[in-house]
């Protein structure tokens, strides 16, 4: 286990005074899958047991179960064969939050570092029950990887949230703004699609407290995105270098660090300093305004997506609700891991 106590952490128990911004793109989730040599054929070995589709093409049984590995945390290991494979060969696949294998008690992320080293521990948890082909976890295959990193200093954190969640995102094929009862009620955005996605909440009050007040994570939920946008095939691909790109790339995807404006005043003055014609920018406000509201009156397709190209170029999101007098700027920014305001009257 990586020791801390030597550089900056957020980890359970630390005043939000102390806090110093972790600046570095951490692991929350991994999953990785290999071919098997042999597996544990004892079926009271295994928490749970399915078989799918008996007697058909595509028939499937899987194995899983959840094993302890030293430091009280827990790891996912499973194991399927299927009748479509000649032979029937097996995969075997194992799943683990970094951060935990890390440290256990700790609501901060993994470096991705950490997580490299956290290869044995993958292994020894996989040998409990089958041997792979391949020892090494680095031949591994990466079927979902989830990279984050934290914001301090936010204010007002829901209604930043909520704000950003009218923005509209290319191919995003789900964009949901909730109370996420998985994260007891965090407030939260998801965008994306099943190659993967985006989301942002509360980590305050998904850690009940835990995380100081004004603390929002970002996080990307990466399956094909990893090799699409990151290089990351197999365990062996992951490098902070790697995980950097991903990360970045899908930062700026998701218009996450899009500004949101405090007041009706600022939104108006960022639409006319823009360069557009006098009704374009008419139209355009009043579609950014309806957007804030969960509402469209727009029917053009064409005017649509010139709005919503628009509203990219500019980074800019209506405020999830009005009426103060006082210009207000506010985003999220990547380079320092916190909120920047700039506010002056209107």
């Not at 955005?189 to 985006?198: E, K, M």
């Not at 500004?259 to 006098?278: F, H, I, N, P, W």
């Amino acid at each position: 286990m990586a020791d801390r106590t030597g550089s900056p952490s957020n980890r359970k128990g630390t005043t939000p005074e102390s806090v110093v911004s972790q600046l570095t793109t951490g692991v929350d989730r991994l999953s990785l899958s290999f071919p098997v040599a042999v597996a544990d054929g004892n079926d009271t070995s295994w928490d749970t047991i399915a078989h799918q589709a008996p007697g058909y093409p595509t028939e499937t049984r899987t194995w899983s179960k959840t094993v302890e590995v030293p430091g009280g945390a827990t790891v996912f290991v499973g194991v399927s064969s299927s009748a479509k494979f000649a032979g029937h060969m097996q995969w075997g696949k194992v799943e683990a939050n970094p951060s935990r294998l890390v440290d256990r008690d700790s609501w901060e992320l993994a470096s991705v570092e950490e997580t490299v080293l956290c290869a044995g521990k993958l292994l020894a948890a996989v040998r409990h029950l089958m041997e792979p082909v391949n020892p090494d976890p680095r031949s591994w295959n990466v079927k979902r990887i989830d990279v984050a990193r934290d914001f301090h200093g936010v204010d007002e954190a829901g209604q930043m949230i909520r704000s950003l969640g009218a923005i509209h995102r290319p191919w995003s094929r789900l964009n949901q703004t909730h109370a996420d009862p998985k994260r007891h009620g965090a407030q939260t955005l998801f965008v994306g699609s099943g190659a993967g996605g985006v989301r942002l909440y509360d980590k305050n009050a998904e850690t009940k407290g835990d995380a100081p007040m004004g603390t929002v994570r970002w996080e990307t939920e990466a399956r094909a995105w990893a090799r699409n946008y990151g290089g990351i095939k197999f365990f062996g691909d992951v490098s902070v270098d790697s995980v950097e790109c991903l990360a970045r790339d899908r930062w700026e995807w998701s218009q996450m660090g899009a500004e949101v404006a405090g007041s009706t005043a600022r939104l108006v003055k960022l639409v006319y300093e823009s360069d557009l014609s006098t009704t374009l920018k008419r139209g355009f406000l009043g579609f950014l305004i309806e957007q804030s509201a969960g509402m469209c009156s727009v029917t053009s397709p064409t005017t649509l997506a010139k709005y919503r190209k628009l509203q990219r170029d500019l980074g800019i999101a209506a405020p999830a609700n009005f009426g103060s007098m006082i210009e207000v700027a506010r985003r999220l920014d990547w380079d320092s891991g916190r909120e920047v305001v700039s506010v002056k009257a209107a």
